[in-house]
């Protein structure tokens, strides 16, 4: 079991950047791909980036260049620095943990780019 905790949402002007952290705890963090989704308002819930345990990276096209994925293991926290942001991003923000079969949810973080 592994319970995620995001945060580092909020409202940000277009072109702004933002940080979002999620904690992880209950197990072994570094056992785990750790990914971040977004989810519109009246879309669904779409894979922003992803980073594996061997620190692959996986990033959306919309965001290549703009967002950068990346896993503290001794902090047990996976981050996603946000840079460039565009009104498209907004959304609510959520993290995922991955292992096998099992997947774990956070409960979500909101950004809001707008000005």
């Known amino acids: 079991q592994v319970q995620l905790v995001e945060s580092g949402g909020g409202l940000v002007q277009p072109g702004g950047s933002l940080r979002l952290s999620c904690v992880a705890s209950g197990s072994i963090f570094r056992l785990y791909g750790m990914g971040w989704y977004r989810q519109a308002p009246g879309q669904q819930r779409k894979l922003v980036a992803a980073?594996?345990?061997?620190?692959?990276?996986y990033y959306q096209d919309s965001v290549k260049g703009r967002f950068t994925i990346s896993r503290d293991n001794a902090k047990n926290t996976v981050y996603l620095q946000m840079n460039s942001l565009k009104p498209e991003d907004t959304g609510v923000y959520y993290c995922?943990?991955?292992?096998?079969?099992?997947?774990?949810w956070g409960q979500g973080t909101q950004v809001t780019v707008s000005s």
């Open positions: 980073i594996t345990t061997d620190l692959n990276r």
């Open positions: 995922k943990a991955e292992r096998g079969p099992n997947d774990y």
